[in-house]
């Protein structure tokens, strides 16, 4: 009876961790994480767009563009969580980085590098990490993790994954997965 006892509480446990966050179907695309469902992301290709500000004495920068003013992909919490299911033995944290998207006149941009007119005599650029946001990774099941964050996200803010892989400055599989915070319209 004892014995019994202790595999059906086993079971729960196993079944309850199994439970509590699903798996996506894809790999190496974040998911946000509501309600113990899994939502996809704004799923965009590069546009990869350089600017040259103020006939070149304002600098220049290399923006990643997103097309459209916002995503239609929502959270109303200001901490989401994401799940990400990657190949085996891939580190997820070297797959993508998480952003502020910049509203721009024709849709969202994320800052790839910004530099100075004078980088000749010395003046350095913006680092665009500036906007980076830190993540917290925990492994939830073989090749799965849960993304959290380490501070609270800005409301009526836009974000975005962008991944960092092979030709992600050139524009070749680059990819964003853009999301907002709170409801439109703020």
């Known amino acids: 009876m004892k014995k019994m006892f202790i595999a059906v509480i086993a079971l729960f446990v196993a079944l309850g961790a199994s439970a509590q966050t699903p798996v996506p179907d894809f790999k190496n695309s974040p998911m946000l994480l509501q309600g113990g469902k899994l939502t996809r992301l704004e799923k965009q290709s590069a546009e990869i767009k350089n600017k040259t500000n103020g006939f070149g004495y304002g600098g220049n920068s290399t923006n990643f563009h997103l097309d459209g003013p916002h995503s239609d992909v929502r959270t109303a919490t200001n901490k989401p969580e994401f799940v990400i299911k ?6 997820p944290e070297t797959l993508f980085y998480l952003t502020v998207c910049l509203r721009s006149k024709k ?80």
């Open 86 to 91: 990657v190949d085996e033995g891939v580190d």
């Open 107 to 186: 849709g969202r941009d994320v800052e790839l590098q910004k530099s100075s007119a004078f980088a000749a005599y010395g003046a350095t650029g913006k680092s665009a990490k500036r906007f980076h946001i830190k993540l917290n990774y925990e492994k939830v099941a073989d090749n799965v993790f849960k993304i959290t964050l380490a501070e609270p996200l800005e409301d009526a803010e836009e974000y975005a994954f962008i991944s960092v892989g092979q030709g992600s400055l050139n524009g070749t599989n680059s990819l964003g997965y853009a999301f907002g915070v709170g409801a439109l319209g703020k």
